[in-house]
C-alpha cells in the first residue's frame, strides 16, 4: 500500500506522549502549524540551533528551503489566498459596469419605442435593476474563483513537467487554456484554429 504524507499525518494520533522522568506525564497536544512568518522564524531558529551545536557559522535560509517551508505552509491551510475586500470590489465594479451597459441599452430602446409609436402615453418599460450581492454569495463566488484558479495552475505545472521543466511558464498558461477549451472567445484575441 502506497503512503502519501497525508495519509500519515491523518493516521497519527493527536496527541504524543513525551518521555520524562516520571512513569506518569502528561500527554502532550501537537502544535498546529502557525502563520508562515511563525514556520519561517521556527526554521530560522532550528537551523541556528545546529550550527551553534555543530560549530559553524549560521547561514541564512536558501531560496528552496524558505520554498519549501511556503509549500508546506500553503498545503496546510484553508484559507482564501485572494483578499477579501479587493475581491469583493473588483464583483461590484464589474457588475455596476454591466448593469449601466443595460440601463444604456434600455434607454436606446426605449426612445426606440417612443418613435415607432407616437401616441404612447404610458411607457410600461421598467429601467433594470442594480445587481445586489449577498455576502455570501460573494464568498461563494471568491472560492470558486481561487479553485478555478488552483485547478488552472495545476494543469500548467503539469505542462512545465511534460517539457521537462520545473519553472511555469506563460506558454503554459496559453496550452492549458487551450486544451481546456474556455476563453476562445476573449475580446481581442482571434479565435485558436482548431485544425492544428
Not at 502528561?26 to 537551523?47: F, I, M, N, V, Y
Not at 528551503?65 to 464589474?94: C, G, M, N
Not at 472560492?143 to 513537467?161: I, K, P, R
Request: net charge positive; glycine share 4%.
Amino acid at each position: 500500500m502506497v503512503r502519501s504524507k497525508r495519509k500519515a499525518a491523518a493516521e497519527a494520533p493527536e496527541e504524543e506522549e513525551t518521555p520524562g522522568p516520571s512513569s506518569h506525564s502528561k500527554p502532550r497536544r501537537r502544535k498546529e502549524p502557525g502563520t508562515l512568518k511563525e514556520q519561517l522564524d521556527e526554521a530560522k531558529e532550528r537551523e541556528r540551533k545546529s550550527c551553534e551545536e555543530q560549530g559553524r557559522s549560521f547561514k541564512q535560509l536558501s531560496q528552496s528551503e524558505s520554498a519549501l517551508i511556503q509549500i508546506r505552509h500553503y498545503q496546510q491551510t484553508h484559507s482564501l489566498q485572494i483578499p477579501k475586500l479587493r475581491f469583493q470590489r473588483v464583483v461590484r465594479d464589474i457588475c455596476d459596469a454591466m448593469s449601466s451597459e443595460r440601463y444604456l441599452e434600455w434607454q436606446q430602446g426605449r426612445a426606440e419605442r417612443r418613435r415607432t409609436i407616437p401616441d404612447l402615453q404610458e411607457d410600461d418599460w421598467e429601467p433594470p435593476k442594480r445587481y445586489r450581492m449577498d455576502t455570501q454569495g460573494l464568498l461563494a463566488l471568491q472560492e470558486a474563483c481561487e479553485s478555478m484558479l488552483v485547478g488552472l495552475f495545476e494543469d500548467m505545472n503539469v505542462c512545465a513537467v511534460h517539457c521537462k521543466r520545473v519553472t511555469v511558464m506563460p506558454n503554459d498558461l496559453v496550452l492549458c487554456r487551450r486544451l481546456n477549451g474556455a476563453w476562445q472567445w476573449e475580446p481581442g484575441q482571434q479565435k485558436v484554429p482548431q485544425g492544428r
